[in-house]
């Protein structure tokens, strides 16, 4: 029996997957954050529960339909179904929107019918209803996908440590549908009753330049210098060059100073550094590890690297490996 609740909520994508399972279900459902595996993983859960025949019963829109169809959609009768399902991806509706058609739904919600919206980013507007239940699908935290990881290989009769497990996690930036994937590749890979260890996560998961500059800066703070020629040495042994990582290092270290200065929320840094709100908050970790005046002499002297090497005046392999020392030096 479906229990159905009213009232302005917010809940964690665990807890929406619980409440779901145990009987308890909302008219509406506003998935909101910025992990698409979490959102779609949503939405599939609420499709299966109560639709029958989505061919009859389904409407999927892109974006902003027009109000007509979409109440024409919203107040449907299902067809041999238990609810008929209306899905908005990426639907960020102005107030004239909603008080032209919307908002009348939302105050009344059908009993025949579910909406599901599926947005990457917040829309508050949406969340003044009583019936929206609100699912935060922001990245999840490290214990929670190692736990998953950990799960997963389990169900294929495949161990794997926390250690590895959280590895894994953060060469795939905590990133679900890449973490989802990268899992399956270690299993079939290992087999079943073999072991997943970090020597099998180094060769089969591939760390992109954005997390190699990460991992190198975490390494820089932690001043653990070793580690850093290890990651530059890995990064030029796969093609890229002193140049490319240069600019990689200053577009870092110049979002590590903007974080460490602003009072902004984490909400309009990544709007204004084109970043996801996970990344501010890994970037906001990472700049605790160094002082605001080394931040801003590693930014001054890549800087002046940068315009030295395409005058001509600097070489590039060298400006890399010295300007990488000094900022390890200085912090």
Same mark, same amino acid.
């Given at each position: ?193 073999? &072991?997943?260890? #970090? =020597?099998? @996560? *180094?060769?089969?998961?591939? !760390? ?7 991992? %190198? ?81 590693? &930014?001054?002297? #890549? =800087?002046? @690297? *940068?315009?030295?090497?395409? !005058? ?7 400006? %890399? ?11």
């Amino acid at each position: 029996m479906i229990e159905y609740i009213e009232g302005r909520i917010v809940v964690k994508y665990i807890e929406f997957k619980n409440q779901l399972e145990d009987g308890r279900a909302y008219p509406v459902y506003l998935f909101e954050g910025e992990d698409a595996f979490f959102r779609e993983r949503g939405y599939s859960l609420v499709k299966n529960k109560f639709v029958s025949q989505p061919e009859l019963n389904l409407a999927i829109f892109d974006g902003e339909p027009t109000v007509g169809d979409l109440v024409a959609s919203l107040n449907g009768y299902p067809f041999m179904s238990e609810k008929r399902m209306t899905v908005l991806k990426e639907f960020y509706p102005k107030q004239d929107y909603l008080k032209n058609g919307l908002k009348s739904y939302l105050d009344s919600p059908s009993d025949s019918g579910v909406l599901v919206i599926l947005n990457e980013k917040p829309h508050e507007a949406l969340k003044k209803f009583e019936c929206v239940c609100v699912v935060d699908c922001a990245k999840a935290d490290s214990q929670l996908l190692v736990r998953w990881i950990k799960a997963e290989c389990n169900k294929s009769g495949i161990s794997i440590d926390g250690e590895t497990a959280k590895a894994l996690s953060e060469y795939c930036l905590s990133d679900m549908t890449r973490i989802e994937n990268e899992t399956s590749k270690l299993i079939s890979y290992v087999g079943s009753g073999g &072991v997943i260890d #970090l =020597t099998a @996560v *180094d060769e089969m998961v591939v !760390r992109d330049a954005e997390y190699k500059i990460y991992e %190198m800066t975490d390494f820089i703070g932690k001043r653990k210098f070793d580690r850093v020629l290890a990651v530059i040495n890995d990064m030029m042994s796969k093609g890229e060059t002193a140049q490319r990582i240069l600019v990689s290092v200053y577009n870092y270290f110049r979002r590590l100073l903007l974080v460490a200065i602003s009072d902004k929320p984490n909400s309009e840094l990544a709007s204004m550094l084109g970043i996801k709100e996970f990344a501010v908050r890994k970037t906001k970790d990472q700049a605790e590890m160094f002082k605001k005046r080394a931040l801003k002499s590693a &930014v001054d002297m #890549l =800087t002046d @690297v *940068d315009y030295k090497i395409k !005058r001509g005046i600097l070489e590039a392999n060298d400006a %890399m490996w010295l300007s990488i020392f000094k900022i390890m030096l200085e912090n």
